[in-house]
């Protein structure tokens, strides 16, 4: 049992940018021609899982004329119960011992999900079962998926759910129908942002700072991004005038999560791209040269940095960014 599955209060939840996702996947249903395994890419790094209850609810509801599940059926009855028999979220467990999130999905979770997709389900209803974050899964956790994809059992939907589905190993993706979501159009994102209470301004501000996704926006809003920017403003200056060093400012932004902390940097590098594109300097060649090199370095730290927890490997490519950063904006003066 996961957190999510304990939790007596699910609440499910639908974006409106979503809605017509789902509305494919419920008219694949009623033509029964859903797709044994879907991989679905989710952008950003939000939680989805509210989401993902969500999906399968309306893929399981009963009153397929509705466009959100009924919340009055059966299916959907047990489903907010949490007591529906044919759906399993496969997620990260709470480790008893370390009392902590594990990293991994575990080799067992998956034998025990294989096991329950064909021995003991029933026949009639539909079964879904969804793996999120499906990237999460070990190397021998996926592997052990792989007959199950390969022999799918009647009636069962597989949904691998993933922010990061470059990182699913390609025999797993290669048997999967692959479904992206998408973040809004802007205007649609203002719009659903003002709706959720915030002011024209502040929507637009934080929907910049999170590169167009709606939730992370939200959620930079809550955390107080502004001041940690102001911050991380403040630090990179000392930085840049040796008044403090790489190590120390590594310290500094390490306190910060670690997706902060990428968006922090990828913030800063971006911004010297802007400000080397828009300059008039008498070297216009330079310039250009300088603004190439941090939109590289932007590409590159963004690899570099995608490691998940604050440990030295992170603080080693941490330095190894700011470094090159410093050492472009210093070739420019
Ligand atoms: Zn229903």
Redesign the pocket.
Same mark, same amino acid.
């Given at each position: 049992m996961n957190e999510k599955q304990e939790s007596s209060t699910i609440k499910p939840a639908c974006l409106p940018w979503y809605k017509p996702f789902l509305a494919q996947l419920r008219g694949l249903k009623q033509q029964q021609r859903l797709p044994h395994a879907i991989l679905l890419s989710i952008p950003g790094e939000q939680s989805h899982t509210d989401f993902l209850w969500y999906l399968s609810m309306v893929l399981l +509801?009963?009153?397929s004329q509705h466009e959100a599940? +009924?919340?009055? +059926?059966s299916? +959907?009855q047990l489903m907010v119960a949490n007591t529906y028999p044919d759906f399993k979220l496969v997620s990260l467990e709470h480790d008893d011992k370390t009392k902590k999130i594990n990293k991994n999905i575990k080799i067992e979770q998956v034998r025990n999900l294989i096991h329950e997709v064909y021995l003991t389900r029933s026949y009639d209803n539909l079964k879904i079962v969804v793996i999120y974050p499906a990237d999460k899964m070990s190397i021998a956790g996926a592997n052990s998926l792989l007959k199950t994809l390969e022999e799918p059992a009647a009636q069962v939907v597989i949904i691998l759910a993933t922010h990061h589905s470059g990182k699913i190993p390609v025999t797993i993706r290669s048997r999967c129908q692959q479904w992206n979501l998408d973040n809004p159009e802007r205007t649609e994102a203002l719009a659903w942002l003002q709706q959720q209470g915030m002011n024209d301004d502040a929507a637009i501000q934080y929907l910049e700072f999170a590169d167009g996704d709606p939730l992370a926006a939200i959620n930079l809003k809550e955390i107080g991004f502004i001041d940690m920017l102001g911050e991380f403003k403040q630090h990179f200056t000392q930085y840049l005038k040796k008044q403090i060093d790489v190590t120390k400012l590594c310290q500094l932004l390490t306190t910060n999560d670690v997706s902060l902390t990428r968006r922090l940097i990828s913030m800063v590098i971006k911004a010297y791209c802007f400000q080397f594109c828009g300059l008039q300097g008498q070297q216009p060649m330079l310039r250009k040269k300088s603004a190439q090199a941090m939109m590289d370095l932007l590409k590159r730290s963004e690899q570099q940095l995608m490691i998940e927890d604050n440990n030295l490997d992170l603080q080693l490519q941490l330095e190894d960014v700011l470094i090159s950063v410093k050492q472009i904006i210093t070739s420019n003066h």
């Open positions: +509801c009963e009153n599940p +009924c919340g009055e +059926c299916s +959907c």
